[in-house]
């Protein structure tokens, strides 16, 4: 089983960018899908962009044209550019694993804090 930590957030102004990585480890990476979810204050945790098992990548409408997740397998890592950042994108940002043909949940990292002040 994969353990997963992720860093890069910060706090940035309005319209500025974050590069967020995640990197796995003890387990086998391409035995899972990969995505990021956030959850801000007072609110469920959503999908921001998630690896589909056909290899294509779901992105939140709030994602699409601002966010692109992308992988490195060989450093077991994936990544979350975030550019034009608005206040609403303010959230814990957490890496999740999702084992391939597997109804096991997923993995979860600590999470990264991203801040955007309005």
């Known amino acids: 089983q994969v353990q997963l930590v992720e860093s890069g957030g910060g706090l940035v102004p309005p319209g500025g960018s974050l590069l967020l990585s995640c990197v796995a480890s003890g387990g086998s990476f391409s035995m899972y899908v990969m995505g990021w979810y956030r959850q801000a204050p007072g609110k469920q945790r959503e999908l921001v962009a998630r690896?589909?098992?056909?290899?294509?990548?779901n992105y939140a409408d709030s994602s699409k044209g601002r966010f692109t997740l992308s992988r490195d397998n060989a450093k077991k890592t994936i990544f979350l550019q975030m550019n034009n950042l608005k206040p609403d994108d303010t959230a814990v940002y957490y890496c999740?694993?999702?084992?391939?043909?597997?109804?096991?949940?997923?993995?979860w990292g600590q999470g990264t804090q991203v801040t955007i002040p309005s």
């Open positions: 999740g694993a999702f084992e391939r043909r597997s109804t096991a949940p997923p993995i």
């Open positions: 690896e589909l098992s056909g290899g294509s990548i």
